[in-house]
């Protein structure tokens, strides 16, 4: 089992993320006991340049310092990638791909995560929220696991933008939806003022909560959208962002491509460019089963990358790090 703390060491709620090494180490849980004693798991910096979840996080119990409205139990994740700004170590995996899933994870990592679900799933935490940023520009929006009201009501508090994630596998709302209502918020780029006050009011209002089925204020019909698929590009093709003329990539990302998160985007929309007329298609879209799909949703058309059938992005990022470590963007439409 990782390290479990009953108290906050001396002075962490001072320090910015990539200073909470010198407090705690990698998956370290902190619980700190509450007025109501039925817990709600809050996992922070599984990647660790998305600050968000830490800086919401300490505003709010410091505010609390004298007595917390609720037994809160935290998960510190990635806290050595958070030293240096960076999702994950190079030599590293990326910590939410490591929970319990559909395929067998035989890493150190994995097991740990592993003793953490048992351990919870034996607390029967009211909710579990597992704070996220974007590299990219997007709305802020809940993600459930699970087609059900609790799920459902636990997402509205945070954003009426909710969508179903049935991939990828090993993430942590995933592991938990199987035994308590579990929900990914995603607060927009990290660290932005915006994303760290609309968290801090969701935790306000969370912890106050006795149940997750009657929620004051939430509509009782949610639009829920959901991602049917994942847009990676090939190993073996170089890209770059348009603008970097000198780049010589072969495959040109268009610099504006993220300001269509969330949007519904029509055939023939343009995601980038290709060098030479030979250059293969740089893009891979695999359905949640993995099968390739990318004929359906993509073509090439004069040297440009283009959509074949209307669809609706997400997550769409230029970081050409975060790219090649996770993925592009992913496709939703709306659950029926």
């Excluded at 009953?6 to 700190?32: C, M, R, W, Y």
């Excluded at 799933?121 to 929220?129: F, I």
Aim: charged content about 20%; some cysteine.
């Amino acid at each position: 089992m990782p390290p479990m703390l009953s108290k906050l060491p001396n002075g962490i709620l001072e320090v910015q993320a990539h200073q909470l090494h010198q407090f705690v180490d990698d998956l370290t849980l902190i619980q700190l006991n509450g007025h109501i004693k039925r817990p709600i798991f809050i996992s922070i910096l599984q990647h660790g340049n998305e600050t968000t979840g830490w800086e919401a996080v300490r505003v709010y119990l410091k505010q609390h310092q004298h007595k917390l409205p609720r037994t809160l139990i935290i998960l510190f994740g990635n806290v050595q990638a958070a030293k240096h700004n960076i999702r994950q170590l190079d030599d590293g995996v990326d910590f939410n791909r490591c929970w319990p899933g559909i395929r067998p994870n035989h890493h150190p990592i994995a097991k740990k995560m592993a003793k953490i679900t048992t351990f919870l799933k034996k607390q029967n935490p009211l909710a579990s929220v597992d704070i996220h940023n974007n590299t990219g520009r997007n709305p802020h929006y809940a993600g459930i696991n699970a087609i059900k009201k609790e799920h459902i009501n636990l997402a509205s508090l945070f954003s009426q933008t909710i969508i179903h994630i049935t991939s990828p596998d090993g993430i942590q709302s995933g592991a938990f939806a199987e035994f308590c209502p579990a929900i990914t918020i995603e607060c927009g780029m990290s660290g932005t003022a915006d994303g760290i006050e609309q968290t801090l009011t969701f935790l306000e209002n969370l912890c106050q909560l006795t149940d997750m089925n009657h929620i004051p204020g939430v509509l009782e019909s949610q639009q829920v959208m959901n991602i049917f698929a994942v847009v990676k590009v090939a190993k073996n093709i170089s890209i770059a962002l348009q603008s970097d003329t000198e780049s010589g990539a072969d495959f040109e990302i268009l610099d504006d491509l993220d300001y269509h998160n969330f949007h519904q985007l029509e055939k023939g929309t343009v995601f980038g460019h290709l060098k030479t007329p030979d250059t293969a298609m740089p893009i891979q879209v695999t359905d949640q089963m993995g099968h390739d799909i990318t004929d359906q949703y993509f073509s090439i058309e004069s040297q440009q990358v283009v959509l074949t059938k209307s669809v609706v992005p997400a997550m769409i990022t230029l970081s050409m790090r975060a790219i090649r470590l996770d993925c592009l963007c992913y496709l939703m439409r709306p659950l029926n």
